[in-house]
């Protein structure tokens, strides 16, 4: 098993910026990617960005393209999720993911979640 904590989410004005944690404990050797989604509320969860562990090969989606990057510490066990420029339609609930499997965007590659946490940007 594999077990992921987020941290780093809060209120922050438009315009500014928030670095989410997600550090990783248990068997993470197992894990090939380590990826970020979030839930607003009413609608679906959307995939972020993703990072395989190994060689840290990177993927964002078209949304967050510019605005977020992913990065990790292997050493640490931790991936992180740079967020700058945040806009209201940002505020979500934003979940760190790891993969066995590969960092497609689709949840059935998601093998473990994070309790998620919370960012709230107001305008």
């Known amino acids: 098993q594999v077990q992921l904590v987020e941290s780093g989410g809060g209120s922050v004005q438009a315009g500014g910026s928030l670095r989410l944690s997600c550090a990783a404990s248990?068997?993470?050797?197992?894990?090939?990617?380590m990826g970020w989604f979030r839930q607003a509320p009413g609608k679906e969860r959307e995939a972020l960005a993703a990072?395989?562990?190994?060689?840290?090969?990177?993927w964002h989606a078209d949304s967050v393209k510019g605005r977020f990057t992913i990065s990790q510490n292997n050493a640490k066990d931790t991936s992180y999720l740079q967020m700058n420029s945040l806009k209201p339609e940002d505020t979500a609930i934003y979940y760190c993911?790891?993969?066995?499997?590969?960092?497609?965007?689709?949840?059935?590659?998601?093998?473990?979640w994070g309790q998620g946490t919370q960012v709230t940007v107001s305008s």
């Open positions: 993911a790891a993969s066995r499997r590969s960092c497609h965007p689709s949840e059935t590659y998601v093998n473990y």
């Open positions: 990072i395989y562990r190994i060689g840290g090969s990177t």
């Open positions: 248990g068997y993470t050797y197992t894990t090939n990617c």
